[in-house]
């Protein structure tokens, strides 16, 4: 009986602990930086654009429409700027693939939409950091450049 109340004990307080730290915590990243690492760069490919916030570009033709999308990867014993950063790749290849099938070439004004509160930032995305994975939502417009 007195190995069952400790085995029982001993198991409250792993879930305790595991659950104490699955807490979402949001944070930001550079988007250069997660731009310029070699597995984002093959997700991308390179026939969309994609601007960040405020970012000049060159003049819309014609759009497509405003897109959201939200991706999680397993963060798990995971770097969380590694983590995070595949996690917006994943959310940038749903945008490129809505401009390609809208016929637009790139994607504009890309702001952070967690829990649909957008954060617009040229430079950094956000992303929430919990015990076992990450998340990145993002929005943003699909348009036309050019003539």
């Known amino acids: 009986m007195k190995k069952i109340i400790v085995a029982v004990f001993a198991i409250t ?3 305790g602990a595991f659950t104490a730290q699955a807490a979402d915590v949001k944070k930001r990243f550079s988007v250069q930086e997660a ?7 093959n997700a991308l490919e390179n026939d ?8 000049a570009h060159p003049p819309v033709s014609k759009t497509f429409g405003v897109y959201k ?10 770097d969380h700027f590694d983590a995070c950063s ?5 959310a940038l290849v749903t945008l490129r693939d809505r ?5 637009g070439n790139a994607v504009i004004n890309i702001v952070s939409n967690i829990k649909d509160y957008e954060e617009s930032s ?12 990450v998340n990145v939502a993002l929005k943003g417009t699909v348009v036309k450049l050019g003539q």
Do not use: D, H, P, Q
Not at 99 to 103: K, V
């Open 13 to 15: 307080l792993l879930f």
């Open 69 to 78: 999308t939200s991706k999680r990867t397993n963060g798990f014993r995971k």
């Open 86 to 90: 595949w996690a917006m790749a994943s």
């Open 99 to 103: 401009a390609r099938r809208e016929g």
């Open 122 to 133: 040229e430079s950094e995305f956000s992303c929430l950091v919990g015990g076992l994975m």
């Open 35 to 41: 731009m310029s690492l070699e597995k984002v760069k």
């Open 48 to 55: 969309i654009a994609f601007y960040w916030g405020k970012s």
